[in-house]
């Protein structure tokens, strides 16, 4: 009897430990284990800079209630500059996050999205929302809080009448991956992309400082979980499959929020109002307040068609991670891959707000290393993703997220290297310019220490 019992006991813990492990707010880290380090661009040089701060996420711990993740904060593609005289650079964060391993609806009041961190990225970056500190002050009719501005009535948590929105007015200042620091903490607040792959593109930055981003939009296939909300939700890039079961073709999640039919704002400056900075690192700077500078700018409109999403920014929904379906945030972008409010999450939580950064992992928890993981070397566990193919003048090539390198040769018809690159370990993709290509057949070999495969690539000008 009693080795029966114990038995069962070892069979019910590693079951435990099983399911734990394939939950993906576990599992779908990127963690560091090649001791890779950050990289940053100053401003008149294009050659990165190499930090002394490890990139990505050191640690994933988790408990019966709760998965802890310790991350610097600074992922492995390169950040900066920021070229609105922003003196931050991306700085170690050293932190601790805690998120529900069983993410819950709020069925009360939903919670408004707040100031500085409302999630975490698969790298340990930062989520913000739409915000930047910044808001009107119709009693001074000037802006308010941030740096240079006086503060707002209430102070800086204090929700004012006209909010600003940090994607139009933060624009020169956001660096190739569509990101910047506030006082050291790197943060994306919208689609983390790199500008330069987007199909219209709204930011020159990558062009003297390049950089990859977390994920590059891909059309034709279910986007990747790219992040986690506070509550636990999980956050997923712009297309997913068209019907909430799963099924349908790739489409773009779209916004249920659209711009409203006004051209006076009350208590508010009037929409394309011109107002000249006068104090801060931008002083002098004129800022066009047209609509969409204000989050309040906004409206939300119910649309039942499946690829709308809810008020949240939000649907429930069978998604790779997540067969037997969950509710899902996704970054919305529109029909030219421009960031779409609210970007991300927002303006409320769709579950109960939870998670939240802490200063230590609190009792009896169990360590996941993803390098322990079953990962086998073949198309299905790579899930690569040439785009576009065929190219013209440059093809990204995504992967899934790997403990090690990844080399890439694009090789000719006669067997020759022509162009190489790499994804490194905790990026996601990898940019080949190709416009010194001819057009014709090429052959992308992909290959870690071990093994490799092989893919067809057209160029075709």
């Known amino acids: 009897m009693k080795k029966q019992l114990l038995t069962l006991i070892i069979f019910v813990s590693v079951t435990g430990i099983s399911m734990a492990q394939s939950n993906p707010i576990i599992i779908e880290w990127i963690q560091n284990h090649t001791g890779i380090t950050g990289r940053h661009y100053v401003q008149g040089n294009s050659t990165p800079i190499i930090d002394n701060v490890l990139a990505n996420v050191q640690s994933v711990d988790y408990s019966t ?118 006082m050291g903490n790197y943060h994306h607040h919208q689609n983390p992309s790199a500008f330069d792959l987007d199909l219209l593109v709204v930011s020159d930055i990558c062009d003297s400082y390049p950089a990859d981003g977390l994920y590059v939009i891909d059309t034709n296939t279910h986007s990747p979980l790219i992040g986690f909300a506070y509550d636990g939700f999980p956050i997923y890039g712009a297309y997913a499959f068209a019907n909430s079961d799963g099924s349908g073709s790739i489409v773009r ?28 690192p931008n002083a002098g700077n004129q800022e066009v307040m047209d609509l969409g500078y204000f989050r309040e700018d906004y409206e939300f409109v119910s649309n039942s068609s499946s690829d709308y999403l809810d008020s949240h920014n939000g649907r429930f929904a069978v998604t790779p991670e997540y067969p037997s379906g969950t509710y899902a945030y996704y970054t919305t972008v529109d ?44 198309a299905s566990s790579l899930n690569l993703v040439i785009y576009p193919n065929p190219g013209q003048d440059f093809i990204a090539i995504q992967s899934n997220l790997l403990a090690n390198n990844l080399k890439l040769e694009v090789v000719n018809e006669i067997g020759q290297v022509v162009l190489e690159n790499t994804i490194l370990q905790g990026s996601t993709l990898s940019v080949i310019e190709t416009h010194t290509l001819y057009n014709g057949m090429y052959f992308l070999k992909v290959s870690n220490d071990k093994h490799t495969k092989t893919y067809k690539v057209i160029i075709n000008k």
């Open 335 to 378: 029909e030219n891959h421009n960031s779409a409010y609210p970007y991300a999450v927002g303006p409320t939580f769709y579950g109960n707000v939870v998670g939240s950064s802490v200063n230590a992992i609190n009792g009896s928890t169990t360590n996941y290393d993803s390098s322990l993981a079953i990962n086998e070397f073949d």
């Open 253 to 280: 999640m779209k916004s249920g929020y659209s711009l409203r039919n006004i051209t006076t704002r009350t208590n508010g400056p009037n929409v394309g109002q011109v107002f000249t900075i006068t104090n801060g």
């Open 65 to 182: 209630n709760w998965v802890y993740v310790s991350a610097t904060g600074i992922p492995s593609y390169i950040t900066g500059p920021f070229t609105d005289n922003n003196p931050s650079l991306a700085q170690d964060q050293n932190a601790i996050y805690r998120l529900p391993l069983i993410p819950t609806q709020n069925i009360e009041n939903s919670t408004a999205t707040f100031g500085g961190n409302i999630g975490v990225f698969i790298n340990g970056v930062s989520l913000f929302d739409y915000r930047d500190g910044v808001a009107w002050n119709n009693s001074t009719n000037a802006l308010c809080g941030g740096p240079g501005n006086p503060p707002c009535p209430g102070g800086p948590m204090a929700t004012q009448n006209w909010n600003r929105d940090a994607i139009p007015a933060e624009m020169g200042g956001f660096d190739c991956a569509k990101a910047h620091p506030a």
